[in-house]
């Protein structure tokens, strides 16, 4: 089975643009969550969607958005960028249901974004 | 406020054993995962515990107190390959996980 993937793996763009970030979870995985990790603040979650409605969503602000496709394919966008945005995205996929539960987290090889 | 904490670096020769603790104080609970995350490479999931006591997987085996708000993780017969970034998490709501800064376990021969 293929795992999380993510795209574009590397991206340099600069202050004041915007960037958006595509992820693609593993086949039958419903949640998609998103991450930032920076070496001061670790990895940090930004918001979770299942079928196609944001489920949970961290301490970022607004110019961090998402959304999620049909087919579970799940999109972030920052815009506004600014230098502390530098960071690496990760995407994760779950098996999870409506009733809830504990499932384990299957991450994806992240986006470095670096801004100038 | 949500406070997850764990040892910054460890150091450990082969063949030891090591156990790395993480304590948390969060307003929710729904599980505590572990997850190793090699330099580059994206964090893989290790173990996870909902309720109290061992759970043994292989070479790795975590613990967990829920009224102490502890977890620790053992890490036995320790390889060079074990080196890496140990990565603490609390499991909330949905799958929301508030990480910890992560453990760096370095292993020498």
């Known amino acids: 089975k293929a795992g999380v993937t993510q795209t574009p793996r590397y991206l340099i763009k600069t202050r004041g643009q915007q960037v958006t970030l595509s992820c693609s979870p593993i086949?039958?995985?419903?949640?998609v969550s998103w991450y930032q990790q920076t070496p001061g603040q670790g990895l940090q979650f930004l918001f979770e969607?299942?079928?196609?409605?944001?489920?949970n969503k961290g301490n970022f602000p607004g110019r961090f958005s998402g959304r999620q496709f049909s087919n579970s394919r799940s999109e972030m966008n920052v815009s506004t960028l600014e230098l502390g945005d530098s960071a690496l995205y990760l995407c994760?996929?779950?098996?999870?249901?409506?009733?809830?539960?504990?499932?384990?987290?299957?991450f994806g090889p992240g986006t470095r974004l670096t801004v100038t | 406020g949500q406070n997850i904490d764990q040892p910054t670096e460890m150091t450990a020769t082969e063949g030891a054993i090591v156990q790395i603790n993480c304590t948390y104080q969060?307003?929710?609970?729904?599980?505590l995962f572990w997850y190793q995350q090699h330099a580059g490479e994206a964090p893989t999931f290790l173990s996870y515990?909902?309720?109290?006591g061992l759970e043994e997987k292989g070479r790795f085996s975590s613990f967990l107190s829920r009224s102490k708000g502890y977890s620790y993780l053992l890490l036995k017969e320790l390889q060079m390959k074990d080196s890496a970034s140990y990565l603490c998490?609390?499991?909330?709501?949905?799958?929301?996980?508030?990480f910890g800064k992560g453990t760096t376990l370095s292993v020498s021969s």
């Open positions: 515990n909902v309720l109290d």
């Open positions: 969060t307003s929710g609970f729904n599980g």
């Open positions: 969607y299942f079928s196609e409605t944001q489920r």
């Open positions: 994760a996929s779950s098996l999870v249901s409506r009733a809830g539960g504990v499932y384990e987290q299957y």
């Open positions: 998490a609390v499991s909330q709501a949905g799958t929301a996980l508030i």
């Open positions: 086949s039958g995985h419903r949640s």
